[in-house]
């Protein structure tokens, strides 16, 4: 498809195309090639994996950076695991040769990855992963039960904002309750979030460390059978959940989600949330009510809210005070509203997670950007930059005078910036503090010897 008009966009000054319109839509390696040739940030990405330690300084761990796995998906499905590089022009040169379709990134090993055979011939399980960051993978298509407007991977603004959740969720506890600073969301590309928790003392948690961490946000469980999938039990809430309801999940539900998937809009809805309720003959009652108000002259938009009120009274009032009936109106927010993590992912070192800046081959190219955590209300999914907007940008921007980089004169810019100035260089001052600290530490140590 329209190899010519390509063509006719690269490298060559003399060929200009008037307007960014110029490029069809679409995903294919001829774009791609142009993408890893002219945007990706490679200095900014291999900056970040590097932690500091591709510095001049003396306390660096010069072997670091080429212990890390990448992990290279090629046209065809072609399949290139434990990648690995010593600099960011080797790294680069690497790239734009394979032209891969996708970039994951795995852990940090105890040795090179790319010489793993060698030393599984001596036999002592020396190749073994040391070092990873703390990661989340989000999929909407988990939500599939609770959303009415997409299913699968598809997406639109009306279930988007149950990702918007998640990141609040998870960030506002990832800082506040275990003090992590370094924090890095990114849009997968087509159906979920995921994140990067960076800071050296996430990295170096060991597999049961980051379990911990994950069952400490695992609210809702229970498999594809069971009906009630979160059970809140216990006289109080953990503080973390009374906050995560009072602050986020409680007014997002009845402000929002309650009207944009229309969750009391039909019998088969409604009986989705009577089946939450322990007591059958609270449900039974509901469900009479709601009959009755079929006939009643509540209008469609009203009905979802007035169905909802006339739950919470009747599970809050007096005469249904049991501890469990009470707590049942949260449990069904947090049903439909409750971050779902992919535990897994969490749990263990060694799990693949898809690089920042790739593009997503199956949504016509979408570039995989960073979220901005304070702002996320204001994420689109639908207004990512894509493939060919991007080249088509670039095209239209040779009229003007050049720039330094490519990349800041498409609409990618504020992308790469908000990685650079929010997340990579306060992270990398904190790396810098750190290895001077454990190297001051070190020759301390040393002078304590000698001086014996």
Same mark, same amino acid.
């Given at each position: ?12 000054? /003399?060929?200009?195309?008037? +307007? ?39 306390? #660096?761990?010069?072997?670091? &950076? ?32 394979? *032209? ?10 105890? +040795? ?37 407007? #997409?299913?699968?991977?598809?997406? *639109? ?32 590309? !087509? ?5 990067? +928790? ?37 006289? +109080? ?5 009374? !906050? ?6 409680? #007014? ?9 998937? /229309? ?43 007035? !169905? ?107 992308? &790469? ?26 020759? /301390? /140590? ?7």
């Amino acid at each position: 498809m329209g190899d010519e008009r390509v063509e006719a966009m690269e490298i060559d000054g /003399q060929q200009r195309q008037e +307007v960014a319109a110029a490029v069809p839509d679409g995903f294919n390696a001829d774009y791609l090639r142009i993408y890893y040739g002219k945007l990706f940030p490679y200095g900014d990405f291999f900056k970040w994996l590097a932690y500091g330690n591709d510095a001049k300084h003396p306390g #660096c761990d010069q072997s670091y &950076i080429g212990r890390r796995e990448l992990s290279f998906t090629l046209e065809n499905d072609i399949y290139l695991r434990f990648q690995s590089f010593d600099s960011a022009a080797e790294l680069e040169t690497s790239i734009k040769e394979k *032209c891969p379709f996708k970039i994951d990134i795995g852990p940090v090993y105890s +040795v090179d990855p790319a010489k793993r055979h060698a030393y599984a011939q001596s036999g002592n399980n020396v190749f073994v992963p040391v070092e990873r960051e703390l990661i989340f993978d989000i999929d909407i298509s988990d939500y599939d039960d609770v959303r009415y407007c #997409c299913s699968g991977a598809d997406t *639109c603004l009306d279930c988007w904002p149950l990702m918007t959740i998640v990141i609040k969720i998870l960030d506002t506890s990832l800082r506040g309750d275990f003090g992590f600073n370094h924090i890095l969301w990114v849009y997968s590309g !087509r159906r979920g979030v995921h994140c990067w +928790v960076c800071d050296s003392r996430a990295r170096k948690l060991s597999n049961e460390q980051r379990s911990a961490i994950a069952d400490y946000f695992r609210v809702y469980k229970g498999g594809e059978n069971s009906l009630k999938k979160v059970s809140l039990t216990g006289p +109080v809430l953990h503080p973390f959940l009374a !906050r995560s309801y009072t602050d986020v999940l409680k #007014c997002f539900f009845e402000d929002k989600l309650l009207h944009s998937q /229309q969750l009391f809009a039909s019998e088969e809805r409604c009986q989705k949330i009577l089946e939450l309720i322990p007591d059958e003959n609270v449900a039974s009652e509901l469900h009479d009510k709601w009959q009755g108000n079929r006939r009643s002259s509540i209008s469609k938009e009203d009905v979802n809210a007035a !169905r909802w009120e006339q739950l919470k009274t009747t599970l809050q009032s007096g005469k249904h005070k049991t501890q469990g009936l009470r707590r049942c109106v949260e449990e069904i927010v947090f049903s439909y509203t409750y971050p779902r993590l992919d535990m897994e992912v969490s749990k263990h070192m060694n799990h693949l997670l898809k690089a920042p800046f790739c593009i997503h081959p199956k949504t016509a190219g979408r570039v995989c950007v960073p979220i901005d955590p304070n702002n996320c209300e204001d994420f689109d999914p639908t207004a990512v930059p894509t493939l060919s907007q991007l080249l088509g940008e670039l095209n239209a921007a040779r009229m003007q005078i050049d720039s330094e980089n490519d990349w800041e004169r498409t609409s990618l810019e504020k992308y &790469i910036r908000f990685f650079r100035t929010s997340f990579l260089q306060p992270m990398l001052k904190a790396c810098k503090e750190e290895l001077e600290t454990a190297y001051s530490a070190k020759l /301390q /140590q040393s002078k304590n010897t000698l001086s014996w």
